[in-house]
Nanobody
């Protein structure tokens, strides 16, 4: 049973930074996979934020490019999202997601919403 557990959310002022973590367990890393972050603000549709594939390819939604960085520490089985220059519009519940035996690119994965494994979410609140 694969489990994804997020942490690192919180409340910050605009311009601040947070680092989200997602620790994976109960699986065996396959040769190909994709992991990433989604977010959902109140009253809005869930959107893809950032993704990383097993070969290191990354993709970001336009609104976070240059501010957010996704990375993966395979030794710690942990996915990260470093968020800098946070804006009130970044306020949302952030979810980690993953697919194993994935053979596509990171952008295709990010714009899709039907992923096999999801975390429970961690809340990020940015005040102006």
């Amino acid at each position: 049973q694969v489990q994804l557990v997020e942490s690192g959310g919180g409340s910050v002022q605009a311009g601040g930074s947070l680092r989200l973590s997602c620790t994976a367990s109960g699986y065996t890393y396959t040769s190909t996979y994709c992991m990433g972050w989604f977010r959902q603000a109140p009253g809005k549709k869930r959107e893809g934020v950032a993704a990383i594939t097993s070969d290191g390819g990354t993709s970001y939604t336009d609104s976070v490019k240059g501010r957010f960085t996704v990375s993966l520490d395979k030794a710690k089985n942990t996915l990260y999202l470093q968020m800098n220059s946070l804006e009130p519009e970044d306020t949302a519940m952030y979810y980690c997601a993953a697919d194993f035996f994935y053979f596509g690119g990171s952008w295709g994965w990010l714009v899709g919403d039907d992923h096999n494994y999801w975390g429970q979410g961690t809340r990020v609140t940015v005040s102006s």
